[in-house]
Each structure stands twice: as structure tokens, then as C-alpha cells.
Nanobody
């Protein structure tokens, strides 16, 4: 059974930083995309960042480009989202998603609140 668990959310002041983690269990290889999504109150879910199985290719939403960095450690089956220069509009529940073949797996989400 594949499980995806996010951690690292919390309350931070504008301009601050947080690092989210996404731990995956129940997989025997690293042949899957890892993605971070977020859903802000009253808004549609937004794809924030994507990283390929080797970690060589990453893509970002325009809204976070230059501030967020996605990475992964395949030895630990873990992905990270380093978020710097946080803004109030980054407030959302952040979800980790992995895509393996035709299968999709989601975590339960972690709340990020940016407020003074």
C-alpha cells in the first residue's frame, strides 16, 4: 500500500521560510513524478511544483518561481519544498502527489499560514 505523508507546515511571518517534506512508503523504486499542489480558501487547487524521477527536471508555477525550490532524495523516498520569501497569498493547504504510471497517490495535506 502506497502512503504519502506531508509534514513541515505551520505559521510563518511574511518574508519567512518553511520547508515541507513528503515521505513516500510502499514503493520499491523511484520511478514516479513528485508534485506539490496547494489549495487556498475559496480557490481552485493549484499545481505549485513538479520534479521528475531523477530530479533533473523541475517546473514551477509562475506565482512561486524564484521563491520555491522542489527537490527529492530517492534514497529516502522523500521530496521537499523549500519556500522562501513567503507571502500572505501563499497561505494554503499544501498537498504532495505522486504519479506512477496511471496511478495517483495523495497525502493528507499540511497547512501553511503566512501572517503577521
Amino acid at each position: 500500500q502506497v502512503q504519502v505523508v506531508e509534514s513541515g507546515g505551520g505559521l510563518v511571518q511574511p518574508g519567512g521560510s518553511l520547508r515541507l517534506s513528503c515521505a513516500v512508503s510502499g514503493v520499491t523504486s523511484s520511478s514516479y513524478l513528485m508534485n506539490w499542489y496547494r489549495r487556498a480558501p475559496g480557490k481552485e487547487r493549484e499545481l505549485v511544483a513538479v520534479i521528475t524521477n531523477t530530479g533533473r527536471i523541475t517546473t514551477y508555477a509562475d506565482s512561486v518561481k524564484g521563491r520555491f525550490t522542489i527537490s527529492r532524495d530517492n534514497a529516502k523516498n522523500t521530496a521537499y519544498l523549500q519556500m522562501n520569501s513567503l507571502k500572505p497569498e501563499d497561505t494554503a493547504v499544501y498537498y504532495c502527489n505522486i504519479k506512477r504510471g496511471t496511478s495517483d497517490y495523495w497525502g493528507q495535506g499540511t497547512q501553511v499560514t503566512v501572517s503577521s
